[in-house]
Structures are given as structure tokens and as C-alpha cells.
């Protein structure tokens, strides 16, 4: 390898690597040692490398000092010695002289491929130092020039480097042109090979919400909000719960900022997709109440904890909000909060008595043991004081409660857990006569989603719900009924809308 050819490889690799030169040059001299030894068939440490300012390359054989040299490339004799040493002295390295020598030992066609494996093993050296260049990015967000596409794929130029963004990572509200600026979130980067390292990006997953979330509130950088769960239907509508470590700080109204400027933000960068932020709460019906918002709540009733199954009963005017375009938002609500969730409309069960019924007796019942968990005594004061110390303080939180999440309570073993939710259940089961408790199991323990597709649908709310308008507010994000309004009746901002 000429010199010239030798050095723009060498500058070209520490340029577009971003490493120094000198690095460079180290590992170009391992690669070199390798190479050459191979070709002669000797021993890696036989062989020395060494490149000098002016870019030029000396190559060296170490040969061992010996009375009858068997192998000339790896020995010498003292005769041979002191007539070499007559055109110069030569080094020793390790009790081993250094003989100077060129690629001419090498056949024409050994150069040749010499010279073709040494170019191969630049290029994966610059390979190598751009996979570990980008992945130690994976999982954070970048921003790339749109350079063109490939099929479907669009292809982002990110620096020393290109980046895919796949047909099935785009959403359907993205319409990028060549030359625009795209961000999009490191989704994974690999190496093979036969090619370029490949770094696929994402703009539909999950976490590409969260860091730009993540952009807009400090607050998370500083741990203050942190995010329990989020789930999303790109280009429809995501869903994040969030919470605070810190009391004083209100995590919903953090991430929604002043004049919810942060959140607006981020659907702006995805097109206009509504985001939802839920405040985490340790009780279940609180979790349920907030995820299915916009909707309006008015009773939620547990039917199996061990199975996560609730009903929940919402106001008419609210049905279509906590169903949302296509089931959008009830489907989302589940995700999130890993529970199958029965909606019905008020008009729906006020026809059944035993449905409103029984929401009553439950309440009821936790209504006198609000702050008396010490009801539970037969239990025992071991596992009360374990409850307590882990912040529980009303059966009606213990309640809400699986076995699992019991278990999961400091010091509390798998048997207390077991012991405790056995009787919760028989607290709920005996709340009325043992005739009453069988009719209610028989409602709502027992196949309880064929008893509730049974009800009667009023046909005139469903033909209302056809016919509601639902506009989202574009200031705050609030979705209600539109009624010829001239501003939102949340934040009260005033906009018209174009024929």
C-alpha cells in the first residue's frame, strides 16, 4: 500500500469515526501484523508494524537468534547476523532481532489480496466505530435530514451515519419530504458483516411519546414525575399515567404545563394526536374513573379482583366520550390498566334494580369501615400492622386489592395474602341474607358479561350518540360535545371552525 493511499485511509477513518489519529494508526498496525503473518504462515508476534509522521510503512520479521536456523522468516544464525549488520545495526526486541523486510516477499497476487483485505478490515474498523458510536444511542431520540426513500422506507441522514424509519414505524398522520428535518426515536441498532450497521427508527412506538414527553417537562429529568404506564394508538390518541415522588408537585398539571404549552408540543410533533395524562392512584376505582376521561364516571363495581373484571356505569351524555371513535379510548383504558372493563350507559340499568343495588351495598359497607381497619382483628395484629406500615389505613383500600398485590406488600407472605383476600371476598358475601348473597353472585360473580349483554339498550340514546358532535379543544386538548360554542369550556379559549 502506497503511502498516499495509506494516509487517506488513516485520515478518512479518523474524520468520519471521530477517533485521533494515533488510535487509528494503532489498530491499522494490529490489522497489518495479522494480515502479513497470515500470508507467511507465521506467527503474529514474529511479525512488528510501524508507520511513521510521513504517513510511510516498515515492516519487520522477528527472527530468533539460533545456531542452525531451520525457518529463514522466523530465524537467523550469528553469520547471517553480522552480514546484515554490515548495511546497518539492527534492533532487538525481546531477545528477538529485528530483520527489515517488505511486501516484495510476498508473491504478485499475494499483494494483491494483501492489499484488498487490509482496505476490507479500514472499512470495519470505520463499521465497527460507528456501531458502537449509535449504539450507545439506542433508545433516545434523534433528529435526521430526510435524504430519500427506499420503497416505502424513508431514509434519514443522522451525521457519520443513515438511519431507516420502516413503512410499519411510520404513523399515518407523518407526510415528510425530501429535506425535512424528522425526529424519531432510536428503536434498535445491529451489526452483521456484509453491511452498514443497521439503525431502525421508530415514530409509532411507545417511547418515542415518552421522550418527547421527556424533552418538554424537567421535571421528569429530575425524577420528580415519573411514568407508571403508557400505552398508544398511533395517530388516534395515547395514554400516560404519571405520578409524583414529591407531594407538592401535581404530575398531571406538570406534564400539561402552563396553558398546556408542554403537552401541546408534543402533538404537535405527532401531528395533532390527543395525549391523555392520568394521575396514578393506588386505588383501583380512582384508576379506572380517570383512565376512561373524558367520560363522565358514576359508579365502578369490582367483580373479580383475581381476573381484573369491573363494571363501570357512566353518564349517557358521556357514553360515546368513554367509548371513543372506533373504541379508541375504552380500548386504551384497558391496556393501561391491564383490566377488562364492562361500559354501560346510566339509562341501561335503571331498569335493574339489583345492578344499582348492589353498587349500594358495597358502598355501604366500606362506608362504615372508612378508617376502621382494625375490623379485620381476626387477621391478626402481625399482618394489621404490616397493612399499616405500608400505608394502608381502610378495608375499602385493602379491598380494591388482588391476592398478588397483597403478597407484593413489605413483609407480607403469599399465605397472609391468601388468608386476608379469602376474607375480604366473605365480608362482601355476607353482606346481606345468605338467599340475597347467592342472587348477587349469581348477577355478578357468575358469567357476569352474559347476564350484562342481556340488557335492554335504549334505542333512542344509541340513535343520540349517532348524532353527537365531539370536537377536541385545540388549546388544552379537552374533547366535548359541540353545540355551536365559540370556546371551550375548559379553558374557556375562543376558536371558529372553516366551512
Known sequence: MESFQLRS?????????????????????????????????ILEDQVAVEIDDEMNMKLYLLKELVSEPTNDLTEIDEAQLTQLEKKAPLDRIDKK??????????????????????????KNIKKESIYREYKAREGSLVTGTFLRRAGKHIILHLGSAEGILPYREQCYRDNFRPGDMVKAYMKRVEIDGRREPLIELSRVDVH??????????????????????????????????????????????????????RIKNVMKELGGERIDI????????ECISRALDPGKVVHVLIIDHEQKEALVVVEDDSYPLVIGKEGSNIKLACKLLGWHLSIRGESQVKDHPKILNSFSKIETLFQKQESDLEQLSEVGEEILVKLMNAGIET???????????????????????????????????????????????????????????????????????????????????????????QSCPSCKAEFEFED
Open 9 to 41: 485511509a488513516i485520515e478518512g477513518i479518523a474524520v468520519s469515526s471521530d477517533i485521533d489519529t494515533e488510535r487509528v494508526i494503532s489498530i491499522l498496525t494490529d490489522v497489518i501484523s495479522e494480515e502479513f503473518a497470515g500470508y507467511l504462515n
Open 97 to 122: 532481532v529485528k530483520v527489515p523486510t517488505s511486501l516484495a516477499i510476498l508473491s504478485r497476487n499475494n499483494i494483491k489480496l494483501f492489499n484488498q483485505s487490509l482496505l476490507y478490515k479500514l
Open 208 to 261: 418515542f411519546v415518552l421522550k418527547l414527553l421527556e424533552n418538554e417537562v424537567e421535571e421528569m429529568a429530575a425524577d420528580i414525575i415519573r411514568v407508571k404506564k403508557i400505552v398508544r394508538e398511533p395517530g388516534r390518541k395515547t395514554k400516560i399515567m404519571v405520578y409524583s415522588t414529591k407531594s407538592e408537585v401535581e404530575p398531571v398539571g406538570t406534564c400539561v404545563g402552563l396553558y398546556g404549552n
Open 278 to 285: 392520568i394521575a396514578y392512584s393506588t386505588n383501583i376505582k
Open 395 to 485: 378495608v375499602a383500600e385493602l379491598y380494591e386489592k388482588s391476592e398478588d398485590e397483597i403478597a407484593s406488600i413489605e413483609n407480607v407472605t403469599k399465605a397472609e395474602a391468601g388468608k386476608l383476600r379469602a376474607f375480604l371476598d366473605e365480608i362482601v358475601e355476607v353482606v346481606e341474607n345468605e338467599d340475597e348473597s347467592r342472587e348477587f353472585q349469581e348477577t355478578y360473580l357468575d358469567k357476569v358479561e352474559d347476564n350484562l349483554e342481556n340488557l335492554d339498550v335504549d334505542e333512542d340514546l344509541e340513535e343520540e350518540i349517532q348524532q353527537v358532535e365531539y370536537v377536541v379543544c385545540p388549546s388544552c386538548s379537552y374533547e366535548f360535545e359541540y353545540n355551536e360554542q
